[in-house]
């Protein structure tokens, strides 16, 4: 038998698990899915670390957590305040933020060397100004 997918109610699941780590636990693959496995209570057949990472969102929302965990502990150590509810929200955020701005750049990229490449052929400049094709008309098949 297959290993379960991801499903997208699962992801989304997962990314705010990831937003909301607290900044007392380490935080690795192994130990994220000890925690699915506890949380999801999805039985003995969670995630492997692979199919974890594989997973675009996860991945990034993982970097973003690992990122965000490393500051908090170098913010501890100048200042040994315990974070309240206010500044675990605020870091969720900011997680979230720094999830979607890094997707945001992905997908800007990716629409530059498109735009680029259309150019590039023949008469591409007419294939970038031609508007949408309706897609509302009864369509027969």
């Given at each position: ?84 509810e206010y ?52 369509q027969t098949?």
């Amino acid at each position: 038998m297959g290993a379960k997918k991801i499903s997208t109610k699962d992801e989304s699941e997962i990314l705010q698990i990831l937003r909301k780590w607290p900044a007392s636990k380490l935080l690795s693959w192994e130990d994220l899915r000890e925690h699915l496995e506890k949380t999801l209570k999805k039985g003995d057949s969670t995630w492997s670390r692979q199919s974890l990472s594989r997973n675009e969102n996860i991945h990034i929302s993982f970097n973003e957590a690992k990122r965000r965990l490393k500051e908090s502990r170098n913010a501890h150590k100048t200042n040994p305040k315990s974070i309240n509810e206010y500044e675990q929200n605020i870091q969720s955020l900011k997680s979230e933020l720094a999830e979607l701005t890094t997707k945001y750049e992905t997908l800007l990229l990716r629409h530059t060397q498109l735009i680029y490449n259309v150019s590039l052929i023949e008469k591409g400049n007419h294939l970038l100004n031609d508007p949408l094709p309706d897609n509302t008309k009864n369509q027969t098949g």
